[in-house]
């Protein structure tokens, strides 16, 4: 099996800053994409950003030039620097990996959730 687990998060007024982290373990052979994605009440889950093996990131309009995602491939880990935060922003948001297993087999794994919520 394959675990995602997620740390940071929390409150912060607006235009503060945050850090999310996410740990991949396991019965990993290889990692491919990773990234974050967010779901608010009553909405579906969006892309917030997400990053190639080689480190190539892409991001959601709406976040682009406040969050900046970066990876550390030998720890397994993504990470999600958010500046300037906006009340918009408030939102779950989950770790995701695009992992090759041990058994070669290849799936999409997500963390638990983490709460961030931007209000003064």
């Known amino acids: 099996q394959v675990q995602l687990v997620e740390s940071g998060g929390g409150l912060v007024q607006p235009g503060g800053s945050l850090r999310l982290s996410c740990a991949a373990s396991?019965?990993?052979?290889?990692?491919?994409?990773m990234g974050w994605y967010r779901q608010a009440p009553g909405k579906e889950r969006d892309l917030v950003a997400t990053?190639?093996?080689?480190?190539?990131?892409n991001y959601a309009d709406s976040v682009k030039g406040r969050f900046t995602i970066s990876r550390d491939n030998a720890n397994k880990m993504v990470t999600l620097q958010m500046n300037t935060l906006k009340p918009e922003d408030t939102a779950v948001y989950y770790c995701y990996a695009n992992v090759r297993d041990t058994s070669w087999i290849t799936n999409d794994y997500w963390g638990q959730g983490t709460q961030v919520t931007v209000s003064s």
């Open positions: 396991g019965r990993i052979l290889s990692i491919n994409d």
């Open positions: 990053i190639t093996t080689r480190g190539n990131p």
